[in-house]
T-cell receptor, first 113, second 116 residues
Framework: GENVEQHPSTLSVQEGDSAVIKCTYSDSASNYFPWYKQELGKRPQLIIDIRSNVGEKKDQRIAVTLNKTAKHFSLHITETQPEDSAVYFCAAFNSGGYQKVTFGTGTKLQVIP | GAGVSQSPSNKVTEKGKDVELRCDPISGHTALYWYRQSLGQGLEFLIYFQGNSAPDKSGLPSDRFSAERTGGSVSTLTIQRTQQEDSAVYLC??????????????FGDGTRLSIL
């Protein structure tokens, strides 16, 4: 089955700096890669996603890159703000005959004012 | 324009009791997922429904866990003879499922289950 590894598990950055979180996956049939932000005690919220036919996607301060050959995708947050502090999860979906999904173990991001 | 609704929001029960958790997805969403999230951990996939059928039950931890979905809408997750290790937040998510491409999932607030 699919295996998704997420690094780092914790990340501290100064406000205004960039943060990068990386995920690797094992199943070359995976074709959809969302990123979720989860604040303490809250539901996961989709912040950006990318499909396998695209190499990069950007939405304001957030971007995701996908390298299908190397089987990794990364979340990039620029000009970080304290409200970016949360746990971020990546996921890999394989539509195949039916949808299979595997989540990464999460990265706790702390933005220091 | 309601989102995914889960009930109850909190459930405390004694070990050995059965519990039933409910998920009401966004109207029109045919795909529905159940996940389990232990404290400080990631999301553990439990089961996925496409309409009323569950093509993937591989994530259910044991035969004490079952789920059903009727009418292509509301789903219930049942845990029989609960154990303390079942304590976690149970999250439900729904999405459109069109054209063979995966669609973004929308999560509910979860049910926080505590087994005494």
């Amino acid at each position: 089955g699919e295996n998704v590894e997420q690094h780092p598990s914790t990340l501290s950055v100064q406000e205004g700096d960039s943060a990068v979180i990386k995920c690797t996956y094992s199943d070359s049939a995976s074709n959809y890669f969302p990123w979720y932000k989860q604040e303490l005690g809250k539901r996961p919220q989709l912040i950006i996603d990318i499909r396998s036919n695209v190499g990069e996607k950007k939405d304001q301060r957030i971007a995701v890159t996908l390298n299908k050959t190397a089987k990794h995708f990364s979340l990039h947050i620029t000009e970080t703000q304290p409200e970016d502090s949360a746990v971020y999860f990546c996921a890999a979906f394989n539509s195949g005959g039916y949808q299979k999904v595997t989540f990464g173990t999460g990265t706790k991001l702390q933005v220091i004012p | 324009g309601a989102g995914v609704s889960q009930s109850p929001s909190n459930k405390v029960t004694e070990k050995g009791k059965d519990v039933e958790l409910r998920c009401d997805p966004i109207s029109g969403h045919t795909a529905l997922y159940w996940y389990r999230q232990s404290l400080g951990q990631g999301l553990e996939f439990l089961i996925y429904f496409q309409g009323n059928s569950a093509p993937d039950k591989s994530g259910l931890p044991s035969d004490r866990f079952s789920a059903e979905r009727t009418g292509g809408s509301v789903s219930t997750l049942t845990i029989q003879r609960t154990q303390q290790e079942d304590s976690a937040v149970y999250l439900c998510a729904s999405s459109l499922a069109t054209g063979g491409w995966n669609q973004p999932q929308h999560f509910g607030d979860g049910t926080r289950l505590s087994i005494l």
